[in-house]
């Protein structure tokens, strides 16, 4: 793969493990990386943990919105990573290029109940796996061959947390 990637990163809502995603990607990856991230059905907007998180951890939240994939359909990228279940499981749109596509599953925070404390230790757990996960994809050396990418994202996505 070459030395800069362009990730998309699926969810179905698109509110809040994919924007996390994004963002750490992009923070993270220090221009090695030009991370996007879009949903299946998106909710219409970005979750206000989502965004209070990031910006505890110093990351950037300006521009981000809840956005449909078919807005990068006919896209080229590198990878194509979902980090839930749900949009896993779901007919993507055509990217083109041929990315590698690996899934990451992530617990879904927006779905926590509980004392605001219990909430954003939810949101907190997601970021620290996409974080770990994100700096394992960062450790792996530079110009691997395809199939290999595949495999290490996979690996990535099966054994990090």
């Known amino acids: 793969m070459t030395e800069h990637l362009k990730i998309l990163i699926l969810c179905t809502g ?6 996390m995603a994004e963002a750490a990607l992009n923070h993270l990856g220090q221009g090695r ?13 970005v979750h206000p943990k989502s965004l209070e998180l990031l910006k505890s951890k110093g ?16 896209t080229t990228f590198d990878a194509v990573i979902t980090v839930c279940d749900n949009a896993a499981g779901e007919a993507c749109p055509v990217f083109m290029g041929a990315p590698v596509k690996a899934h990451w599953g992530v617990a879904d925070p927006a779905h926590a109940t509980g004392t605001d404390a219990d909430i954003m230790a939810a949101f907190e757990a997601a970021y620290q796996t996409l ?14 061959e395809k199939k290999d990418f595949a495999a290490a994202l996979r690996h990535i996505g099966e054994t990090v947390s």
């Open 14 to 19: 698109n509110s809040c493990r994919s924007i």
């Open 131 to 144: 974080e770990a996960r994100i700096k394992a994809l960062l450790a792996l050396p530079q110009g691997l």
């Open 59 to 74: 990351i950037a939240t300006n521009g981000f919105r809840s956005k449909s994939w078919d807005e990068f359909a006919g």
């Open 33 to 45: 990386i030009d991370a996007y991230s879009a949903g299946s059905n998106p909710t219409g907007y």
